[in-house]
């Protein structure tokens, strides 16, 4: 083999090492645990089935979530606000009312 061909697999093999060090690293960052240890969490109904939205969990509902060092059982204590069921909307204090109470808007 002469010095040119050396030199070009040494190079090739250096590039190769360079592209699986790479593509080890995308992989580590994109595991699952690694997602699990940033402080997410998989949650799931008693069936296996993900909890993707809040409308799919009932008050009282057994549910199973997942963090970085383990699982376990959690249970939703109210269930989610429908869309109908609304929070009450403060009223805007209007000027007239400022000024009864003498604030200066």
């Known amino acids: 083999m002469t010095n040119r061909s050396a030199y070009a697999l040494r190079q090739r093999l250096s590039r190769a090492h360079d592209q699986v060090a790479h593509a080890r690293a995308q992989v580590v960052a994109l595991s699952p645990q690694r997602t699990l240890d940033r402080g997410y969490a998989v949650v799931q109904q008693v069936d296996g089935t993900l909890v993707t939205s809040r409308r799919s969990v009932r008050a009282n509902d057994l549910l199973k979530v997942t963090v970085a060092d383990g699982n376990f059982a959690a249970t ?16 805007k204090k209007t000027n007239a009312a400022r000024k009864t109470r003498g604030d200066d808007a």
């Open 76 to 91: 939703p204590v109210s269930a989610p606000p429908t869309r109908d069921s609304k929070a009450p909307t403060p009223k």
